[in-house]
């Protein structure tokens, strides 16, 4: 009989699903010579090879396939019994495993202050991902909800706008359309603009928003991070069109403008998303509860 822990199976279904060590770190917030110990240990329990690694790139072995395939559904088995053992133990006690978009990091931690005041004995894992990988998670079922601006079309899934998530166009104060009103979008063709990495669902709007109203979109830079885009346009490097929620802790921002473009802000929400089937826990319940309470308080003022 092999001795396997759920520990290394959740390494090496990590490192599996992401093909990289250090992914797998970052993600199960380990270490990465943790990481390769776990995959030696099973390694030697399975005695076949998994994985192969071939210069930075790994790849599974026939056995690798395997087991991956085996562990996916027996993770999910054994979340499945601890979402259980939770719910018998009634929702004073238990885990609430969120998957977030990256632009929720203005108002995510916020909102769930209060809740944790509320239920002290839950305890919160949030992964703050962009929407590729968080859409890579929900397929995999791995979270109790997940929140996002734009929930994929076409899938089997449940999801429930709770609180706004206008769209605007930034630009630095000094430029000289911060002074104009009713700009039409059209006069945005000549400006250069500051976009997030493929992947990201303000990436993927921003597209669609230019797309839409058959307007070129003149790309100067792309950047993975909200806040470096921020930095970016007060720097005069040129504009971008970020979700709002960006601006919400920093209401005194002076070096960047919203502009009055004509149709601008553009209406948009943020859902909380989950698999159709899928059975929640107590846990997840009281979340969603408090969201519908409680968001009206977000709001966002400006
Ligand atoms: P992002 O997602 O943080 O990946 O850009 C934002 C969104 O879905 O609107």
């Given at each position: 009989m092999m001795h396997v822990s759920l520990r290394q199976l959740r390494?090496?279904?990590a490192v599996a699903r992401l093909k990289s060590f250090s992914r797998a770190a970052e993600e199960l917030h380990i270490t990465q010579p943790t990481v390769s110990k776990q995959i030696r240990l099973l390694h030697e329990e399975v005695g076949l090879p998994l994985l192969e690694q071939i210069g930075k790139k790994v790849f599974l072995t026939e056995a690798?396939?395997?087991?991956?395939?085996?562990?996916?559904?027996?993770?999910?088995?054994?979340?499945?019994?601890?979402?259980?053992?939770?719910?018998?133990?009634?929702?004073?006690?238990?885990?609430?495993?969120?998957?977030?978009?990256?632009?929720t990091k203005y108002f995510m931690p916020r909102l769930l202050g209060p809740f944790c005041a509320q239920y002290p004995g839950i305890d919160i894992a949030m992964e703050v991902v962009n929407r590729d990988r968080l859409l890579e998670r929900l397929a995999r079922n791995q979270d109790d909800l997940y929140v996002m601006g734009v929930p994929p079309d076409g899938l089997n899934i449940e999801c429930e706008p709770f609180l706004e998530n206008p769209l605007v166009v930034l630009a630095p104060a000094s430029h000289p359309l911060a002074r104009r009103k009713r700009i039409p979008f059209a006069y945005l063709a000549n400006e250069p603009f500051i976009v997030r990495e493929r992947?990201?669902?303000?990436?993927?709007?921003?597209?669609?928003?230019?797309?839409?109203?058959?307007?070129p979109l003149k790309i100067k830079m792309e950047l993975g991070s909200n806040e470096a885009?921020?930095?970016?346009?007060a720097g005069g490097l040129g504009l971008a069109l970020l979700s709002q929620s960006t601006l919400s802790l920093d209401p005194n921002q002076k070096e960047v403008a919203v502009l009055n473009v004509e149709g601008f802000p553009i209406k948009r929400y943020w859902y909380v998303v989950r698999p159709r089937d899928k059975q929640?826990?107590?846990?997840?319940?009281?979340?969603?509860?408090?969201?519908?309470?409680?968001v009206q308080l977000l709001k966002p003022r400006n």
């Open positions: 390494t090496f279904e690798g396939e395997q087991l991956y395939a085996t562990c996916a559904d027996w993770l999910e088995t054994w979340g499945r019994f601890e979402q259980t053992v939770a719910d018998l133990k009634g929702i004073k006690q238990g885990r609430l495993r969120i998957a977030a978009v990256t632009t992947g990201s669902g303000t990436r993927l709007t921003v597209e669609r928003v230019f797309q839409e109203r058959d307007v885009i921020k930095q970016a346009v929640l826990s107590v846990v997840a319940n009281a979340f969603l509860e408090f969201l519908q309470a409680h």
